[in-house]
Nanobody, 120 residues
């Protein structure tokens, strides 16, 4: 199983950016998909998550600026970010809880991360 994140880049403060993360490989089902972010010297923090049923949750710092969505048919999650500030500069990682076979255990998988830089 692999998670491939894409869409990072440089954006000016106040701008918008969209990230995507596609899961591939031997996937039976995905329970939830998440976006985390990390800056140097800090712990990885949850940005947003979405379950197979469509329930979402967000980090407190998001404050309505980001929207997570999911295309179940494509095993892909998206993170649309708007009103970005320099404090949003980080490496963004996607993660997913995946089962590779019917009745199998759920495992957490991580993507490689994509850098988002917000310039002031």
């Amino acid at each position: 199983v692999q998670l491939q994140a894409s869409g990072g880049g440089v954006v000016q403060a106040g701008g918008s950016l969209g990230l995507s993360c596609a899961a591939s490989g031997s996937i039976y089902s995905i329970f939830a998909m998440y976006w985390y972010r990390q800056t140097p010297g800090n712990q990885r923090e949850l940005v947003a998550g979405i379950t197979s049923g469509g329930s979402t949750n967000y980090g407190d710092f998001v404050k309505g600026r980001f929207t997570i969505s999911r295309d179940k048919a494509k095993n892909t999650t998206y993170l649309q970010m708007s009103n970005l500030t320099p404090e949003d500069t980080a490496v963004y990682y996607c993660s997913a809880n995946i089962r590779t076979a019917y009745g199998g255990s759920w495992y957490g998988y991580w993507g490689q991360g994509t850098l988002v830089t917000v310039s002031s």
